[in-house]
T-cell receptor, first 114, second 112 residues
Framework: EADIYQTPRYLVIGTGKKITLECSQT?????MYWYQQDPGMELHLIHY???????EKGDLSSESTVSRIRTEHFPLTLESARPSHTSQYLC?????????????FGQGTRLTVV | DQQVKQNSPSLSVQEGRISILNCDYT??????FLWYKKYPAEGPTFLIS?????DKNEDGRFTVFLNKSAKHLSLHIVPSQPGDSAVYFC???????????FGTGTRLKVLA
């Protein structure tokens, strides 16, 4: 059982609001990721982090921002939500340990902007 | 330019038979190849992986085969069960960046 948690699971919010999606892991993993998935589509990497104070943009351009002040916490923020931000947001973490290959995912946040 | 392709968007298999899901890739820097299972509105669940130095890895009903020269891998599920019905993603890991690149997914339906 992976110890990575995302809140909220579902969020419906009005256009123009600022939102923060929370992601926390208790496994001490150094690497964390945010993926975005539209229904029926592949997962696109939008942000990743190698450790504290390290953040990088992913392969898909996103208007969201992230921070990594603590190892276990990797929140994603949208300053002004728009309907085009409606999607599922998935957080993951992984370790660099020998023989460790997999990333563990949280349950996801389904965001709807109206 | 898509680095990971799963050319079959969907697959239907009778219960008890073998399910074969395929994945093609272009990047030679991948060091591990992972398969994830995903239900709607949930996060992906890790199934099985294979190192780039291996050509086969088996775990219970799941076997993954890697053909590096063809840049192709496949996931075999046998026997298939109705509970296996889900979307399956191939997700290789880039050895330089540790990024996981997801394919487009294959929706598997196992018929009882």
């Amino acid at each position: 059982e992976a110890d990575i948690y995302q809140t909220p699971r579902y969020l419906v919010i009005g256009t123009g609001k600022k939102i923060t999606l929370e992601c926390s892991q208790t496994m001490g993993h150094d690497k964390m990721y945010w993926y975005q998935q539209d229904p029926g589509m592949e997962l696109h990497l939008i942000h990743y982090s190698y450790g504290v104070n390290s953040t990088e943009k992913g392969d898909l351009s996103s208007e969201s921002t992230v921070s990594r002040i603590r190892t276990e916490h990797f929140p994603l923020t949208l300053e002004s939500a728009r309907p085009s931000h409606t999607s599922q947001y998935l957080c993951a973490s992984s370790d660099r340990g020998a023989g460790q290959s997999e990333a563990f995912f949280g349950q996801g946040t389904r965001l709807t902007v109206v | 330019d898509q680095q990971v392709k799963q050319n079959s968007p969907s697959l239907s298999v009778q219960e008890g038979r073998i399910s074969i899901l395929n994945c093609d890739y272009t990047n030679s820097m991948f060091d591990y190849f992972l398969w994830y299972k995903k239900y709607p509105a949930e996060g992906p669940t890790f199934l099985i992986s294979i190192s780039s130095i291996k050509d086969k890895n088996e775990d219970g009903r799941f076997t993954v085969f890697l053909n590096k020269s063809a840049k192709h891998l496949s996931l075999h599920i046998v026997p298939s069960q109705p509970g296996d019905s889900a979307v399956y993603f191939c997700a290789p890991r880039d050895s330089g960046t540790y990024k996981y690149i997801f394919g487009t997914g294959t929706r598997l339906k196992v018929l009882a």
